[in-house]
């Protein structure tokens, strides 16, 4: 029986490691979101909105809004959705102003989400934010 269950677990770690290669792969691959940038509007509920830009280029994401505070531009994930449709995340960090956690939406060529910014001291604030892609 104990055998068994090695072998069970054998198996389970090597395909757990071919998985992840597999995903390290598809990433080296790039995202149809790569080399694209979106103008969006992105604002707290009920208050004004601010222009900015959200970029993919490479594997890493970026808001040029957040960049002049600090936050770089990072590896973001992105998954298929339904037909033309596509999700990603993205987790920025500044070493002043604390981290943005990005979650949105493609689709053709439009972007929806929010953006949580979290501040050391401060409670979560959390942004919405729309656009489409940008014109060169």
């Not at 790039?30 to 509920?45: C, N, R, W």
């Not at 989400?113 to 979560?124: D, R, S, T, V």
């Amino acid at each position: 029986m104990k055998q068994i269950l090695l072998a069970c677990a054998v198996v389970f770690c090597l395909q757990a490691g071919l998985n992840v290669a597999d995903a390290a792969d598809k990433n080296k691959a790039g995202s149809p979101l790569d080399g694209k940038t979106y103008a969006v509007k992105i604002g707290q509920p009920g208050k004004p909105q601010s222009d900015d830009k959200l970029s993919f280029d490479n594997g890493t994401f970026g808001s040029d809004l957040c960049m002049p505070l600090g936050f770089v531009r990072v590896k973001y994930g992105a998954s298929r959705g339904h037909g033309d449709m596509w999700t990603f995340t993205a987790e920025t960090k500044s070493p002043k102003e604390g981290k943005t956690t990005w979650k949105g939406t493609v689709k053709g060529n439009d972007i929806g989400g929010y953006m949580i910014w979290n501040k050391e001291g401060q409670a979560p604030v959390r942004y919405l934010f729309t656009g489409t892609l940008a014109t060169k």
